[in-house]
């Protein structure tokens, strides 16, 4: 079942975010870009007043002005219009650029730099009319149409409002000569114009971060989706336990193979087993090549058993090799002692199998520090927490 509206209550995570930037969906604000673009104009009109005002009046005489050459030549006229043409635009072109050029800084910064073509790409569910009815008559619409009816209104107000307090300045333009009405009716656009700024940049105030939280409204997740995520970014439970359990059986074979290879295999009967090897010549220590617990330590011990590795029943070695080591690991130097007497049993052993005699010597009983012994530091750990 898809999920409603409703059901999505739960804020978009950082993956969803990031997917609907590669998307394009960010949040702009069309009034932050319409406020900049006409505060660069005023401000560069502001500032280049006394020129923009001298080459009107030079355009304008060069224009009102009219010779018998032109009166023989109608042609000329169209060749006057477009020398106009292109002083105009020679003026007019660099103020479009700032404007657009402001734009898009205001664009950038709301949403900052994003590069995406998937919003541009052709969409034919978009030109289903049923599908766009939901939204067009949607909530967020409704709220940027709201929002651009009230900023018409207000500009218009403040537009009305303006040139009804300055009515009689506009009046007065017609008695002045030409330059000097260019300059005052320059002095009165501007005044409007910054009033017009005004009001656009508290529109921008209140629209920047209006955008953000639409786009947050609009990216929302539900907890199914957001349980769906994880299991694409995490993985399946089931599938990944399985992938441990075989890497874990992969890892127990490898370590099984290596039990006929070693010097002595330490039991603590039911248990715990560590195979051990040693080889003086390549190792500073002897090795643990394999251990287990319970059936995997049965397991150690009747292949011990099949390859005739001694097996030896030293409970306490066994549950400190077992607890402080790893497999393919050199054993701890507070062993040494212990696990030499072992191995020099073992040597006795095997000497005493290749002479054809039996061996004399019962097997050792190595001395395990304390500590080291889980079975031993337990209760003395109790001891100590105990009141």
Known sequence: MADTAQDRKLPATQRKIDKAREEGQVARSRDLGHFGAVTAVVAMVGALAPQITQWLVQGLGRGLRFDHHLLAHPGAMGQRLGELALQMLAVLLPLFAVMVAVALAGSLLCGGWNFSLAAVAPKLGKL??????????????LVQTLKACLLALLLAGVGGLYLAQHWWG??????????????????????????????????????????????????????????KEMKEVEGNTQVKAKIRLRMREMANRRMLAAVPRADLVVMNPTHYAVALKYESQA???PRVVAKGADLLAMKIRDLARDARVPVLQSPALA???????????????????????????????????????????DAPVPEVPADLDPLQARPAADAGAAP
Do not use: N
């Open 319 to 361: 549950r400190a090799l077992y607890a402080h080591t790893e497999v393919d690991q050199e054993i701890p130097a507070r062993l040494f002692s212990a696990v030499a007497q072992v191995l020099a049993w073992v040597y006795q052993l095997r000497d005493a199998m290749a002479a054809g005699r039996s061996l004399v010597a």
């Open 283 to 285: 190792m500073a220590a």
């Open 128 to 141: 289903d009319p049923l599908a766009g009815l939901p939204r067009l008559f949607s909530g967020q619409q």
């Open 170 to 227: 506009h009046a007065e333009l017609l008695a002045m000569p030409l330059p000097q009405a260019l300059a005052a009716s320059a002095h009165l656009v501007q005044g409007g114009l910054l009033l017009l700024c005004g009001v656009l940049a508290a529109f921008a105030l209140v629209d920047v971060p209006l955008q953000r939280h639409l786009l947050q409204r609009r990216l929302r997740m539900s907890l199914q989706e957001v349980k």
